[in-house]
T-cell receptor, first 118, second 113 residues
Framework: DGGITQSPKYLFRKEGQNVTLSCEQN?????MYWYRQDPGQGLRLIYY???????QKGDIAEGYSVSREKKESFPLTVTSAQKNPTAFYLC?????????????????FGPGTRLLVL | KNQVEQSPQSLIILEGKNCTLQ??????????LRWYKQDTGRGPVSLTI?????NTKSNGRYTATLDADTKQSSLHITASQLSDSASYIC????????????FGTGTRLTVIP
């Protein structure tokens, strides 16, 4: 897990509720990522950020939002617009600053947050 | 379509035995290929990374091979241990950018005593 922490470990969401997943890193990495993992599927990219105050949508950004106000933190909000939020959410970081981005860098993953719907 | 397929889906072996996991990909252009180990309920941890020019890379009891011509990779685990029980994920990069990483669905390995 390196120096990446995610909280909480388990999170329960009620219908129509927004919930926020925390991701913090002390690796001094510029780049951070959010992935969703579902059974029988590969990891899918939700959002990523190459630098503070900037972020881009991944393949499945609908129903999610992020912010990157600090280098160390990249919280993910699962909004009520996300109709199927039950999944395992993984945050990752990499050094960033290279032209190749995560293609050339090792991504370090957090321990994950499992989101369940009540 | 860029895809990464892994086989088998799951595998059970006896402690001390060797095993080989397969990864076939159709990703293009090819930049590099990584193998990750993911313990249950945890985040993936990088095992190896191979570029186009590399055909073998080892990390302790883990040896990855790459055949860029046939677009196949394998992960060989020698003298398995109970702690090897995990999912092993193959990830292929199609170039720069976070949107160019393609993840396989993984092989679930169980090592039994």
């Amino acid at each position: 897990d390196g120096g990446i922490t995610q909280s909480p470990k388990y999170l329960f969401r009620k219908e129509g509720q927004n919930v926020t997943l925390s991701c913090e890193q002390n690796l001094n990495h510029d780049a951070m990522y959010w992935y969703r993992q579902d059974p029988g599927q590969g990891l899918r990219l939700i959002y990523y950020s190459q630098i503070v105050n900037d972020f881009q949508k991944g393949d499945i950004a609908e129903g999610y939002s992020v912010s990157r106000e600090k280098k160390e933190s990249f919280p993910l909000t699962v909004t009520s617009a996300q109709k199927n939020p039950t999944a395992f959410y993984l945050c990752a970081s990499s050094t960033g600053g290279l032209a190749g981005g995560p293609s050339l860098e090792t991504q370090y993953f957090g321990p994950g947050t499992r989101l369940l719907v009540l | 379509k860029n895809q990464v397929e892994q086989s088998p889906q799951s595998l059970i072996i006896l402690e001390g035995k060797n095993c080989t996991l397969q990864c076939n990909y159709t990703v293009s252009p090819f930049s590099n290929l990584r193998w990750y180990k993911q313990d249950t309920g945890r985040g993936p941890v990088s095992l190896t990374i191979m570029t186009f020019s590399e055909n073998t890379k080892s990390n302790g009891r883990y040896t990855a091979t790459l055949d860029a011509d046939t677009k196949q990779s394998s992960l060989h685990i020698t003298a398995s241990q109970l702690s090897d029980s995990a999912s092993y994920i193959c990830v292929v990069s199609a170039g720069t950018g976070a949107n160019n990483l393609f993840f396989g669905t993984g092989t679930r390995l169980t090592v039994i005593p």
